[in-house]
């Protein structure tokens, strides 16, 4: 069954450096998604992104984040200077229409 | 705007057991409504979905949930708990646009009592 992959699974940075966490979408799925999971908190939109471009962002997606779809299946977002309060699970979806589909999501660590 | 509020953070039951969690959104336009389970270190796997049709809706693992519009709920049920059961269960809310984000509620922990 077709799922969405993230890498890494696990990401430690020092505050202040450049991250890039990576998503391989299903395949012929038109939408895509970031999300964010703080510890012990609620899952939070970030942005969305359709033909390539931002279809919608939240206001936690600042200057310091951007998303890309370099190329057919990778779909990545761009953390510029990482700041503490960064440290959350990262997930990826992908949706076809209305159901996304979530990959396993990335923990990012900010020390 | 949309939101969703799931009542309790924590829910505790028996091995066979009832499981009830709630959920209870606030749409200004007719809801698609979904429950994703998440396991300990693990991503949001889908449980199930409402999106206008039964109002009843079966998903995976025996679990269901009814959509209410007049009580503007939509709590999951599984008449009979089972260990594996224990996660995290998070109800969402979007409309009927593709492509359209999800509002998360804050999740419910649900604990299984051997």
């Known amino acids: 069954e077709p799922e969405v992959t993230q890498t890494p699974s696990h990401q430690v940075t020092q505050m202040g450096q450049e991250v890039i966490l990576r998503c391989v979408p299903i395949?012929?799925?038109?939408?895509f998604y970031w999300y964010r999971q703080i510890l012990g908190q609620k899952v939070e939109f970030l942005v969305s992104f359709y033909n390539n471009e931002i279809s919608e962002k939240s206001e936690i997606f600042d200057d310091q984040f951007s998303v890309e779809r370099p190329d057919g299946s990778n779909f990545t977002l761009k953390i510029r200077s990482t700041k503490l309060e960064d440290s959350a699970m990262y997930f990826c979806?992908?949706?076809?229409?209305?159901?996304?589909?979530f990959g396993q999501g990335t923990r990012l660590t900010v020390v | 705007a949309q939101s969703v509020t799931q009542l309790g953070s924590h829910v505790s039951v028996s091995e066979g057991a009832l499981v009830l969690l709630r959920c209870n959104y606030s749409?200004?336009?007719?809801?698609?409504l979904f429950w994703y389970v998440q396991y300990p270190n693990q991503g949001l796997q889908l449980l199930l979905k409402y999106t206008s049709a039964a109002t009843l809706v079966k998903g995976i693992n025996g679990f269901e949930a009814e959509f209410k519009k007049s009580e503007t709920s939509f709590h999951l049920t599984k008449p009979s708990a089972h260990m594996r059961d224990a996660a995290e269960y998070f109800c969402a809310v979007t409309n009927n646009n593709a492509g359209n984000m999800l509002t998360f509620g804050g999740g419910t922990r649900l604990m299984v009592k051997p």
């Open positions: 395949s012929n799925h038109l939408y």
């Open positions: 749409s200004s336009v007719p809801p698609y």
């Open positions: 979806a992908s949706s076809p229409d209305t159901e996304a589909f």
